[in-house]
């Protein structure tokens, strides 16, 4: 009798322990950060909408009123980003009774750049082909429907579909019918579309003998083809343009300027309110700092670009790598517009397969004082315009696994509102991404989950930072940029990590001191002196503007190869740390999500272990020194990574065996004599 009563007490206890384990809710990370929250529709139809030409065109303002929830604003699509902030503000837990929500965007243009060719394929794409589909006979309407829904849930408002490496064929009269069929889906969700265009168009399409800016055949030319994109597309945006940079000609071809080439577009597309955004991305062979030469091509033109021409500055001055400072641009151009031109898609920061949340990184070099008009010009308020390569494709969920899409939504978060925090933009999209299990309260989802969840993203680009390319260490890269080839010194020296890393058996780094480059005397001062002194730059920018010897000592006491080793080891140890924390989370994640994002952070460690052990064992070719004591020796002896390169698939993308290690072959480079 007593026997029986145990056994159902334990079963009673079995069966509670079972009801109040949490369960997963089924989701396969495809709705992206709109998978949490009520449909959009279901909100719209719950307020009342009011069209307020009061208000700013893009702004919204939601608010209780007489019983009833609005949302008024200045346009349709200020009504869209008024909903959208609604359903957020509801996941959130901030849309309780007498919720008062006013905002506008901070910048009027706030883009995706597609680096999609027409192909399909994608350059830097780590997601799939082309999410366009150009060589399919149709559009994929439903995809880019929930295309237009992700963007205008964060107010992106411009796409420019196609790579900036453009085929000229953009401009037939076949593509830009079908430009007008994606721009047509797009337009419904407050999106306007663009194109980049290649410089040589007018010659490969149509047979002229010039592509000279002031060229008046070559002038017509392009207010012909203008004429003939705005009868197809009303509405649409502008030309993005790469010219005279990495093979692509432009108007220095023919003795002119990039303002003379980016006015004769802005002429062409002024009648029909369109833009021209001439990318800064230029280096000539020439010049000794590749980091100087934007600077050096684009401040004498100053003030020498038409209005409706916008020049497009990515974040660093070399080329988004994990950490860069500012490019001196922003800091420099006074009478020119400027637009930002961040990457979303990871192509230095481990593709689709490491997680590295770059809110952190965008809010750096946003918040950062260029002191262009004195002490408090951070970069945000020199700019008016905002762009990031997608990180997009066919993929299902968009963009290669769950953790990429957070790049994605904080790239539009900031390009609404610069101001906002990283750290607030991951724990939204953590909210809103992942379903909170059933049988989970509220206050356990947020100390079991979402604390550790935002934790390991925030910490994230650092721990990339760390075991890549740490103590402003760049471009280490080798073949796809995926892993590490310091000892690569073939061919144009500026793609070449030995340009940029300088080791020698005296020391190590760029000097862009006064005494070397001088690239410190593109910022403004305080700056310009600040990074000129060892005393005063900042560490983790110290080998990006200055040369040291190996045993220079750094702020901890301990020398620079020292903390070299250490921040390689470092970045292993957090990558360690997320796997940890990753495993303890199974329980609340859908299985496929979770099996998923735990296998790409296998990858990530083992990723990280190669790149430390590229980089350390060949520095200690060149140095002779020993690993710090409380560093753990290397696994792979450089004689097997050196001069070696991940095995890549047709697209790019690096091959693991099944144990998730990457497969290093071939030698691709014949050793130096
Ligand atoms: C689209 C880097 C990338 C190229 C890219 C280029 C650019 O060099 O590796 O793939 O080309 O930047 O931004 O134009």
Redesign the pocket.
């Known amino acids: 009798m007593q026997k029986s009563i145990f056994l159902t007490v334990l079963a009673g206890a079995a069966l509670l322990a079972a009801c109040s384990r949490p369960v997963p809710v089924a989701q396969d990370g495809t709705d992206l950060w709109l998978a949490a929250g009520r449909p959009y529709a279901d909100v719209l139809a719950s307020v009342e909408t009011t069209i307020d030409p009061a208000l700013p065109a893009e702004g919204y303002h939601i608010y209780d009123a007489d019983g009833q929830r609005h949302v008024a604003a200045g346009s349709e699509a200020g009504l869209r980003y008024g909903v959208y902030a609604l359903q957020r503000a509801e996941v959130l837990g901030a849309a309780g009774p007498g919720i008062d929500i006013q905002e506008q965007p901070y910048y009027d243009l706030r883009l995706l750049n597609h ?1 999609d060719n027409l192909d399909d394929t994608v ?2 794409g780590y997601a799939g082909e082309s999410m366009w589909e150009w060589t399919s006979p149709t559009v994929p309407e439903a995809r880019i429907r929930h295309y237009g829904e992700l963007c205008a849930s964060v107010g992106i408002n411009g796409a420019v579909l196609n ?3 453009s085929n000229p064929l953009i401009l037939d009269a076949e593509h830009i019918a079908r430009v007008a069929k994606i721009a047509d889906i797009l337009r419904e969700y407050g999106i306007k579309t663009y194109i980049s265009i290649k410089w040589t168009s007018p010659i490969a399409l149509s047979g002229l003998k010039s592509g000279d800016p002031l060229n008046p055949k070559v002038r017509q030319w392009w207010k012909d083809k203008a004429a003939e994109i705005y009868r197809a597309i009303p509405d649409f945006g502008g030309f993005l343009v ?1 010219a005279n ?2 093979g692509q000609a432009g108007p220095q071809d023919y003795g002119r300027t990039h303002a003379d080439g980016a006015n004769m577009l802005g002429e062409a597309l002024a009648p029909y309110g369109g833009i021209v955004m001439w ?1 800064a ?1 230029v280096y000539s062979p020439t010049s000794p700092d590749r980091a100087n030469q934007a600077v050096e091509e684009f401040l004498p033109l100053d003030g020498k670009f038409a209005d409706n021409v916008i020049v497009q500055i ?1 974040n660093g001055p070399v ?2 790598q994990p950490r860069e400072p500012f490019s001196p641009l922003f800091g420099k151009l006074k009478d020119t517009k400027m637009m930002m031109e961040f990457q979303v898609t990871q ?1 230095y920061l481990g593709f689709s397969n490491h997680l590295a949340y770059l809110g952190t990184m965008w809010e750096e070099c946003l918040t950062s004082d260029t002191y262009r008009d004195g002490p408090g010009t951070p970069v945000s308020k020199t700019i008016s315009a905002i762009a990031g ?1 997608a990180n997009t494709g066919q993929d299902p969920n968009f963009c290669g696994y769950v953790f990429a899409q957070a790049n994605w939504y904080a790239y539009g978060r900031l390009a609404w509102n610069p101001e906002l925090n990283a750290e607030t933009i991951a724990d939204e999209w953590i909210r809103q991404t992942f379903l909170k299990p059933a049988g989970m309260t509220d206050k356990a989802f947020e100390s079991k989950f979402i604390e550790p969840v935002r934790g390991i993203l925030m910490a994230s680009r650092e721990a990339v930072v760390n075991y890549e390319m740490p103590v402003g260490l760049h471009h280490l890269f080798g073949g796809t ?1 995926y892993g590490p080839a310091p000892w690569d010194r073939l061919g144009r020296p500026d793609w070449t990590p030995a340009y940029y890393h300088q080791a020698d058996s005296a020391g190590i780094g760029f000097d862009r001191t006064r005494s070397g480059s001088d690239n410190v005397d593109q910022y403004n001062e305080p700056l310009a002196s600040e990074y000129n002194e060892l005393a005063t730059c900042p560490e983790n920018l110290l080998l990006w503007f200055h040369h040291v010897p190996w045993d220079y000592k750094l702020a901890s006491g301990r020398t620079a190869w020292d903390e070299i080793c250490l921040h390689y080891d470092a970045g292993i140890k957090q990558v360690e740390a997320f796997r940890q924390t990753w495993a303890g989370l199974k329980p609340y994640v859908a299985p496929a999500l979770w099996e998923e994002a735990a296998k790409k952070l296998e990858i990530q460690q083992h990723d990280g272990e190669w790149w430390r052990d590229a980089n350390v064992g060949y520095f200690q070719r060149i140095n002779g020194l020993p690993l710090p004591a409380d560093v753990r020796p290397l696994d792979t002896p450089i004689d097997s990574l050196i001069y070696r390169q991940v095995r890549s698939d047709r697209l790019g993308m690096p091959i693991h065996d099944e144990n998730n290690r990457p497969i290093i072959d071939r030698p691709r480079f014949r050793r130096p004599q």
């Open positions: 680096w350059e830097r790579n900036v490496n790469k940079s990495e990318r991305f990515k080329d988004f192509e390569v940029h």
